[in-house]
Every structure is written in C-alpha cells, then in structure tokens.
C-alpha cells in the first residue's frame, strides 16, 4: 500500500458509527407492511399498525427506537423487532394490540428533545384511542430513557397519560459502556467523521457512564449527563402512575463475558499500524489503548484510572471492537479482533438496580439483592447473554404476559 493509498484509508475509516442492533440493517425476511396510519410528529414521525381485527388505534403499545446517528428508520425497527427469533410485533397484533413506532428527526439529539417527540406521540395515541385501555408505553435501548423521561415529566405537569405500562428493553438506566479507547480513536482519525460526531453528540454524552473527552483527554461523566439526570430528578425520576418493568439481554446471575481484564482485544496493521486495544481492568493508569497514525504522523496512549472490569460485565453485548474491525479491514488493514464483543449496557443498569462504578456492583448476581433496591417494579434478565435489544422468545413472552388490561 502506497503512503497516498494508506494516508486515504486513514481518512475513509471513520465513515461508520458504533450502531447497535435496532439500527442496524435488517435481516433478510419478510417485507415490511406499510403501516396503517403515519404521523409526523415535533421532532420525529410514528408508524402506527393496527392489532387484528382492530379499524383503529384500541389497544396501543407505544415503542421508541434507540440510539444511533441520523433519522430513525422504522421499517429497519419493525424488521428488528419482528424478523428476529421471535416475531414481537406479529404476535402483538395477533393479540389484539396496536403497535405505535416512535422514530425521531435525529437519533443522537438530546433526549430531553426526543421525550418532546415522545409525549406528541402519547397525545396524539390518547386522542385517537377507541374505548378506555390503559396504555404500555416504553422503548428499546435509548427508547427506555426517553420514554421514561417523557412519563415522568408529564406526571410532573399534571398531563393524564393513561399508561398502566412502562418497559425499557436493555435500557442504560444507569449508563451504557463504550470502551474509552475505541471513543478516544474516533478523535484520532485525522479528519472530521461519523464516528466521532456519534461519540461527542448529546445523546452520547447523556448517556455514556464514563465519556472521553478529546479536548482534554480525559474521560469523566460529562455535563451533558449530569444535567440529563438533574432534570430526572426534577420530575420525580421516574413515572408513579404506571405498573414499571425492565428487560435485559444480559444474564441476572453475575456471570459477564469472556474478555479477561487486560487482554489484548484488537490489533491493527497496514492502517493505523501498531494500534492496539486492551480489555478494561482495574487498577490506576491503566493503559487501554495504544493509537497510532502515519498522516500526520502521531502516537497517543490512552490510559483509565479507578475503572471495573467493563468489558467482561454481565450485560447486553455490542460488537465494539468487531464493528471498528470490519471498518478498518474495509479499508485495507490487517486486523485480528480477538473479542469482537463486549459489554454495552451492563444487566445492573438495564434493570436499574446497581451503579457501575463498583467491581461488586458491576458483577453483582442481581437475584441476591433485595427486590426493593431496584428502582422497577418487575424484571428479567436473559438466561444466556444475548446482544444489546436482541428479541428473544424468553424475553418477549415475559413482557406480552404484562400487558396492561
């Protein structure tokens, strides 16, 4: 490779974003139904689907879609939802059930602007209802936080919601987990990129547990979080009225992942040579990742203080690293991505029962704990880990046998 061809596969590798299942292309099936109704909304747009045998909106479930850069595509979530091991959506509406997809204009917008897209969705739901049914409203993902968010502000203002139902599905409740080397490589690519752009948006930096700075270099709770959080607990937290379950993709048991604390997890040469990232351990200066450029030349180690072992957690996984992979390899690079993936939303926070910060809270077996610790009324973890938002037959079920009257 010529030093013009590696100089161009530098630039080319940020042209991608660390997109998580619900936005990721859909699986090879079925074609999408048009849907029954469409709404533009404040700030986004619903598809809305009828059950069967409903000529209207008479059961709702209301479902917000997650994070990721750009508009929301809600043929992509319907096929997600619905194409996947279990046929969520199909078996909705065979129950009678009338699903609302949320998208938004922009999926890394704030989430205090995406809960205003959310509310609109709720009012215009309660406006065009046949009959009394109290609704389930929630979302998958970020869809958790702007649905609870929206709920609760909306107790808070004294607006009737009419929810009997609030779920989050693999919500990062109490943060989600990037990995600070691979949010510290998006800056490093020498020219301006998606990749980076998803990493420092507003909705990153709200939800991130801890999130790198490349102004600085240091990696830290950012503003943008510890405002999202004061606003939280300026309407209560989280909504009282309705009946509050939690799903994780992680398992409950304290069993995390195979990534050993430390380990090399991705190498990279030809581009970028001699980049490499490590597994988060514990410990003070702990380096997790090496980064180096040729054009312009460059070396940068980055390094975290007073961590747990993140990658390894109990949780929803995301392929991190094997995402970066395929983008370098698209590009020309040698690579050898030893753990593709790792934890993204840690089971504690998806069923928002212990903070991050902790190795023993971290690692916590959540059925141990006193129920009463956990800020949900009900939840479940998946038997086996499983990817971030994966629908699968054991968590669907749970949550269709907890559907509002």
């Not at 061809?5 to 530098?10: F, L, M, P, R, V």
């Not at 998606?194 to 990696?219: N, V």
């Not at 990742?289 to 109990?314: H, M, N, Q, V, Y």
Request: charged share 20%; with cysteine; proline share 8%.
């Amino acid at each position: 490779m010529s030093e013009q061809q590696t100089e161009q596969a530098e630039r080319s590798v940020g042209a991608f974003t660390l997109a998580d299942p619900v936005t990721t292309a859909p699986p090879a099936g079925q074609p999408v139904p048009e849907p029954d109704e469409t709404w533009d909304l404040p700030g986004g747009f619903a598809h809305v689907y009828y059950g069967e045998g409903n000529h209207g909106i008479a059961r709702p479930v209301v479902m917000a879609d997650g994070f990721s850069l750009g508009p929301s595509d809600l043929s992509w979530l319907h096929a997600h939802l619905d194409q996947g091991a279990f046929p969520l959506l199909t078996e909705l509406r065979r129950r009678g059930r009338d699903a609302v997809l949320i998208g938004y204009d922009e999926r890394s917008a704030s989430l205090l602007d995406n809960a205003q897209t959310a509310t609109a969705a709720i009012h215009r739901t309660l406006a065009e209802r046949l009959g009394g049914t109290s609704l389930m409203v929630g979302g998958f993902s970020m869809g958790g936080l702007v649905t609870r968010y929206a709920l609760a502000r909306m107790e808070a203002q004294r607006m009737d919601h009419q929810t009997g139902v609030y779920f989050s599905y693999d919500t990062p409740h109490r943060g989600a987990y990037i990995p600070v080397g691979l949010q510290a490589f998006s800056h490093f690519i020498p020219v301006p990129n998606d990749f980076a752009r998803q990493m420092d948006s507003p909705a990153a930096r709200q939800m991130l547990w801890r999130h790198y700075d490349p102004k600085t270099g240091e990696s830290g709770i950012a503003p943008e979080r510890t405002a999202f959080l004061q606003e939280l607990a300026k309407v209560g937290n989280w909504p009282r009225i309705p009946r509050l379950l939690a799903l994780a993709n992680g398992r409950g048991d304290g069993t995390g992942i195979a990534v050993p604390p430390g380990e090399t997890v991705l190498t990279v040469d030809r581009v970028y040579p001699g980049t490499a990232f490590s597994a988060q351990a514990q410990g003070k200066d702990v380096t997790v990742a090496e980064l180096k450029r040729r054009f312009p030349a460059a070396e940068k180690t980055i390094t975290t203080s007073g961590f747990p072992e993140l990658d390894g957690a109990p949780g929803g996984t995301l392929r991190s690293y094997g995402i970066l992979a395929d983008a370098l390899k698209k590009a020309g690079a040698q690579v050898d991505p030893r753990h593709p993936e790792v934890s993204f939303v840690p089971t504690v926070s998806a069923v928002s029962i212990r903070d991050l910060d902790q190795q023993k809270d971290l690692y916590a077996n959540v059925y141990d704990l006193p129920p009463d610790e956990a800020d949900v009324d009900d939840f479940v973890c998946s038997s086996d880990t499983t990817a971030h938002t994966t629908v699968t037959a054991e968590l669907a079920t749970w949550l269709l046998d907890r559907l509002p009257d």
